[in-house]
């Protein structure tokens, strides 16, 4: 069982130039999101989805675009990468159990350095 | 505006005592918190959840409690150990258990010394 897989695990962009972080889930949860973490910052959300089809911006969604054909996938897209987006990247998903609640499981995360 | 804080950045303890961990909140309509475990180049795992309607929750060697009038939560490991060294968030989650937008903490590095 893999869980929540991210690709890749590090990368270097040039100011200006698009990438797409990937994640897939393989426990068909309904819920997936994607998260920065900065030094001193903790981890902050950026854009989130409840199911396919259906997503929304988080706390820190500017310069970045998702979307969510299928279950398993939610694709992370850097339309034209600033230094600003410096940051270890993680995707997590997660499910709804009643009112008990559960945990989201997260990625290994993507190291991504703008230059 | 921080709506989770863990005003400690840092916390060393000897193996074998009591690891203190502390988190505040300000957002009443919080309802849900977990507690994260992340080693460097890792992604973090679930260690321990606690809700609203609890004052206290068990696993182990961890607890974690909760006090809804001072909007503060603990968790408490017991006994520390030399393989607990990593740094523990807090995050909550204000819909009714959603974890699909956590609002985390900055997070504490705990050292356990041998």
């Known amino acids: 069982n893999a869980g929540v897989t991210q690709t890749p695990k590090f990368q270097v962009l040039k100011t200006g130039q698009s990438m797409t972080l990937q994640c897939a889930q393989d426990?068909?949860?309904?819920?997936m999101s994607w998260y920065r973490q900065d030094p001193g910052m903790g981890l902050r959300l950026i854009h989130y989805s409840v199911g396919a089809g259906i997503t929304d911006q988080g706390e820190v969604p500017n310069g970045y675009n998702v979307s969510r054909s299928t279950t398993e996938d939610f694709p992370l897209r850097l339309l034209s990468a600033a230094p600003s987006q410096t940051s270890v990247y993680f995707c997590?998903?997660?499910?709804?159990?009643?009112?008990?609640?559960?945990?989201?499981?997260f990625g290994q995360g993507t190291r991504l350095t703008v230059v | 505006d921080q709506q989770v804080k863990q005003n400690s950045p840092s916390l060393s303890v000897q193996e074998g005592r009591i690891s203190i961990l502390n988190c505040d909140y300000t957002n009443s309509m919080f309802d849900y918190f977990l507690w994260y475990k992340k080693y460097p180049a890792e992604g973090p795992t679930f260690l321990i959840s606690?809700?609203?309607?609890?004052d206290k929750n068990e696993d182990g060697r961890f607890t974690v409690f909760l006090n809804k009038s001072a909007k503060h939560l603990s968790l408490h490991i017991v006994p520390s150990q030399p393989g607990d060294s990593a740094v523990y968030f807090c995050a909550a989650s204000p819909w009714g258990g959603a974890t699909n937008k956590l609002i985390f903490g900055t997070g504490t590095l705990l050292a356990v010394q041998p």
């Open positions: 606690i809700s609203s309607i609890k």
């Open positions: 997590a998903s997660s499910y709804l159990r009643g009112r008990g609640g559960t945990e989201a499981f």
């Open positions: 426990m068909n949860h309904e819920y």
